[in-house]
């Protein structure tokens, strides 16, 4: 069955760097948008940010956008989120999840999901 694994999470200073991975396997890679959302405490789950099929298109919220890169590499079938510049309050869990869709902001328009990484920024 599918599985996603996220890793590269952890604690950071605000202003510093983190680069998020989400190993895929059990579903065909390509074939898939692959999203990043994240879940604050007390929080519904968000959209960060989507990359489509081609690893060429991507959308972001406006919140990262201009701070975070997504990214995939077909040929290790995982998905990156590279985060710049993070603020106390990208403080959350970051979520992959794979969608058979052209790409969504909305969890529900996607299939598979991975277990989460915590990322906590501090001052």
């Known amino acids: 069955q599918a599985q996603l694994v996220e890793s590269g999470g952890g604690l950071v200073q605000a202003g510093g760097s983190l680069r998020l991975s989400c190993a895929v396997s059990?579903?065909?890679?390509?074939?898939?948008?692959m999203g990043w959302f994240r879940q604050a405490p007390g929080k519904e789950r968000e959209f960060v940010a989507w990359v489509r099929r081609n690893g060429i298109t991507t959308y972001y919220a406006e919140a990262v956008k201009g701070r975070f890169t997504a990214s995939r590499d077909s040929a290790k079938n995982t998905v990156y989120l590279q985060m710049n510049s993070l603020k106390l309050e990208d403080t959350a869990v970051y979520y992959c999840?794979?969608?058979?869709?052209?790409?969504?902001?909305?969890?529900?328009?996607?299939?598979?999901w991975g277990q989460g990484t915590q990322v906590t920024v501090s001052s």
């Open positions: 999840a794979a969608s058979s869709s052209f790409g969504s902001r909305f969890p529900g328009a996607y299939d598979y």
């Open positions: 059990g579903l065909t890679f390509g074939a898939y948008t």
